[in-house]
């Protein structure tokens, strides 16, 4: 077999060695390795099969073929989807038909074939209706093309019309109808042809392999054991499911994979309405509809047909429509299924909706709303809290996630009946519900967490005015004032609003944890009773008047211990003591309290780890004494009892805990405290008390939120979103170290809530009453979905537009690369000179690097400027969303994405698709296109309009006041990075570019020389604002700006040598390297100096020199400034990246680590089984280190790259280990050894993978792939990763001593004891000293 590469027109695309000895990789793990073969495999198997087709072994290639057709029948993979009919007896290999009409004629049997059949060769087509919105379709005349279709235009090419002189018309039929094909791209990509959906199968098989390793989700569980899609496996649980009847029975492949089929089944009963029209056509004479019904009954029944074509047709449709044995099962919802109940494992504790709520009652306690505070302490009150407590239907862990609600604030559906055997609780809720009522929450709250004293000082200095009915100082709080409600609801309010603040880690998980590892969770820099240091919160001394100053409560949370003692304390006050158990199984419960409170943001706690500990002989109330087996429990002799009494009993403990920590403690949580993360510590939850968030929030509002978010009138706002179809966004709050950061939600539905009012008619004088109304609104971010997919599509095609943007690290790379081997060429070059003298050669090619970091980027982008910008951007009147199906495999997991692009629509054509698909493949590998023809329309003025609003009239609800954003863009929306780099990529070009290329004095460049160089066609003023930001400082207009920017003028970035330089920026982080000291001087000067032009500005405190600048206009003279590792070498830091400033090699930054816990950002997951993700996990943690930039020898040394491979296996480690560490039941030694060693030897085969040579492309632009090479032995990385956990695992001896035992055996071994020699500089302490300060 020849080893070649087509396109699928099947021209030549690369030459390629690739495996001879089987079908690729990919599709044998998502089709079945011994089930793929080669088109000419496939063909010449049938002509060993079938004698009609004996001779193709001899005619399929002649001596004279053309290359193309060669290479066609070698990389053009097939597939016989299974269930497919058998060839007829006695076909020829005549031809009688074109190849177009033979696609059509395909396309319609398709069509009008059996439902839910399924073939990506009839995507894109329709029956032909009277409407007639579609075109014709050679070939058929039923049958309609609704959308360009590449696919099938591509196999009309001359190699696809001579394999069909060669097969004939039935073969090629066959090969359409039942053959899925896959044609070969570069980079191991392939695109599908025909057949059977690829993205179905690989869904099928990516539930099986999720079955084996023992990570089904519920959904998938039930479904796996209950439904079948015809191709996956029937499930062993028939008995247990009770819902399947009839079983799957299919007939196995032989080994050529040609004969294969089901068993065929009696062919159904014509129905009546079929009848009754047969009959009434042949009494009238209408011999075309009798024949039409009869050929219809004789498709049904016949096996085979003759050998024409036409017969052909029918008989391989017939044949295709033959069921299957089995009988099709309707597909339950799993959660409609009555019989499915959860295992305690699966019963998890709902806690999202205590976070991000900021109101709560004045009397504190649990909501009005929740079913407690509803019920009348009488007689009655506890049959109807029994309901809740113990009908699955009412109880919060009994439910499965997605039908999981509030349950406690839903009226019962149910009458308040009770069994006769559960009287006895009856007296118990009672008083659940009475001591409810009585007891003094306020009380319980200042005792075990007061107020702070900053917050007390403040309020006692009397020199603020009265915070909103505030709180007294004996600690009865007030409401507090919902900021960020649309509607001004409380319920709706909680689950929208933003973080909270977490300044200090320093929330012990608790007393019933060991001081050691309380003080193992505690920050650096935080004290015991949840504050910090005045150095570590920087507090404004000017905000707001004198005596008027509120002050920083950043700091001021409380620790996770005292709100787990006030939690406790209230749970001891209001449920009975019989209820809580003995001794032994408070202290459990009471831990468990510890452990949920300090659970990270997205972990969850399931009531099996609850109720584990909890002996059901303590617990009274579950009346477990009353029935032992063993007669009368003779003394010395314990007592047994019947395993379903037992698991009865203990189903009712899980529901009680269940229902005590999801509808108990949850709604005591949000009614006191602002649960939230913070930006520095992630993952780790903090606890506010709402007056002292409510007060952050003011001191926010006061310094910069008033001038950002400006207030208008309510009927303005209604009008405005009466008229548009973007939504209102959702203000929220994220705590920072000093201050809050605002963060703006558009990825949730919105609704907005408007009273009614009268206004006057200024002609007739009469009042008009507008009434109350709601509008309901999708997801801005979805609204802007088409948006988004242009402006991407945009940047592709139009790269230079965004400057430097860099949009990941293949752009990194890409653009890095070629600089350094240019510096490092030219260097040598100069170095070989006998002249050349190290000063010199410093001198003159430096390297000289500054990173600017630029300040609130976002929030000063010069909205009319932005809007001129995209409206020179967006060319075309109308652009055309196309949709396809990508799979590809991640990490050994299959992974099925659904992408789109845009296209101008009137440069659609035939072969945009089969071009794209290749420009993809340029840049990636190992993926699976599947062309969905799918298309939207959307047109220029549409995105323009949606644009402007976005930008312009933000609007959002703040202290019950409408507002809309003034400055700056949103940024929580998906638009916002790519519309930030569009106008950075703009100042790029108008200001530094020309200034970088020239290597001359800095221009002085006036907001009139700027305005001077572009083309002005206005119908407005021009001393309004303008698109270029004339008006720095103004706040934009909300009108579209009547500016005409002509492409020519602007910049052109291909200006002479540039090579000297290279500019890269991430989003707003500038960086520029260049031999030549002048271009840096200049750039830093200018940049730091300001753009005020384009309200550019950066931030001093973040900038990073290798020299010092001189005469900086206002900031003076700035000081080199890198970060210098303990072996001395120095770096510039630069997006996770450090650059060294004398070779330019690479290492990654770990210093963001440095002080802070390992454990603040990982969230461990709940589940039966933690040991299977062990190896995807740090999987996981090793991959965005694992990059091209840091693993190239061409940009790296060899010591370098084996340094930054041995730092990420340490990252690695101390992540596993933090991991393991909060395990809700640890594993002994021995166990634990075997989990880690499985998870490392997989990390090693996966770090093996990534470190192979490979193409590395461009995310934008039509640029060729550069090739990385990393050129690292595979016993190199062994080491490395075995020594790396060795290192960090020693720190922690007491814990995993079999696993230090185990890792000297593997690094004594002889392969890896060759590798020490040469990697004892890689593993020194000094290069990787870094990790000394990381606390993990």
Known sequence: MGQYKVDINGEIIQNRNRDAHGPPKLLGLVLGRDKVTSLREFLLRIARTRPEASRLSVTLQGPNDHPSYQRLLDTTWCYLTPGSADLEAGFSLKQSWSQAQLIGRAIETLLYGRKGRKNVLMFGYGKKSSSARGTSVEGAHRTEMYCIDGTAKSM?????????????DTLMLYLLLHVSMFSTLENECFFQLTGYPVTLAARAVKKTSQAQQGRLSMKQYYEKYTTNDGVGVVSRHRKRMKLMKNGVETNAQDAGGVHQGTKAAKPGRPSSWQRKKYKRAKERGDESTVRELELQREVKHRKHDGQQLNTAVSSLHQTHESRDSRKSTRKIEYYQHPKYVLRPSEMIIPRQSMFYSRRYSRQGGLPSEHIIMRLN??????????????RRRLNPVALLANRRKS???????????????HQYLIPWLNSIVRRAHKCNYNALLNVHCPLPDAYLKWIAKGSVRKARGGPSLAGVGSKIHCSSSIDGNAHACGADEPADHALGHAMSTGTVMKADVQDELLPQKAHRNGTLNNQDCNQDDDVGSTGEEIPDLSASFVPHSNVANFVWAVIRAVIPKHMLGGKKSRKVLRKSVHRFIGLKRFEDMTAHEVIRGI?????QWLNIHRTPTNGKGAKGVKSTFPPNILAFRTRMLLFWVGWLFGSFVVPILRSHFYCTENESYRQQVFYYRKQVWSTMIDKSFKESLSSTFIPIKAKVARASLAKRKLGVSRLRFLPKRNGLRFLVNMSRKSEARFKSYTEKDPRSGRKYKHPAGRLHFEPINQTLRKAQIVLKSEAMRHPTLFGSSMYGVNDIFCHYKPFVNKWRSDRKKEAALKSTTVSRLKEKFGPYAVCVDVSRAFDNVDVSTLLGIISELLTAEEYTIVKFTEIVTIMGEIKIRFRNFAVPTHEMHDGHFSQKMASLSNGQKSRIFVDAITEERISRYDLMAQLKDYLSLNLVKLKKKWRYQCKGIAQGGTPSTMLCSLYLGYVERACLEPM?????????????????SYNFSSTQNLTSLTALGLACGSRPSVQKPAVNFQRDNLPSRSCPDRSHSLLLRLVDDWIIISRHKAVVEQFASRILSGIPGFNIHVNPSKTQLTFDLTAVPGLGMMKRNEFVEADGSRFIKWCGLLIDTSTLEMRADYTRYAGEHMGASLNVPAQRNPGSALSSKLCHYIRPKLIPVLLDEEINSPLTIRINVYQTFLLGAMKLHCFMHRLPCPPDDTRSCQWIISA??????????????????????????????????????EYLAFYAFYTIMRKKQSRYKALLEELKNKLNQPRCKRCAPHLREAIDPIHSSVFDSINY
């Not at 009309?156 to 004939?168: E, N």
């Not at 970088?996 to 001077?1012: H, L, Q, R, T």
């Open 156 to 168: 009309c090419s001359p190699a696809w019309q001579l394999l069909q002189t060669r097969i004939g």
């Open 377 to 390: 302490p009488d007689n009655r009150s506890g049959k109807v809290l029994y309901q809740y407590i113990f």
């Open 407 to 421: 349950m406690h604030l839903q009226n019962c559906p149910y009458r308040p009946l009770v069994p006769p055997k």
């Open 615 to 619: 002996p059901l002989s303590e617990m």
């Open 996 to 1012: 970088i290329a020239s290597c001359g004095a800095i221009p002085v460049i006036s907001n009139e020389d700027i305005a001077s």
């Open 1240 to 1277: 490392i030897e997989t990390g090693i085969r996966y770090a093996i993978e990534s470190t192979r040579a490979r193409r590395v492309a461009r995310q934008t632009g039509h640029s060729r792939a550069i090739m990385c090479n990393p050129s690292l032995p595979h016993s190199h990385v």
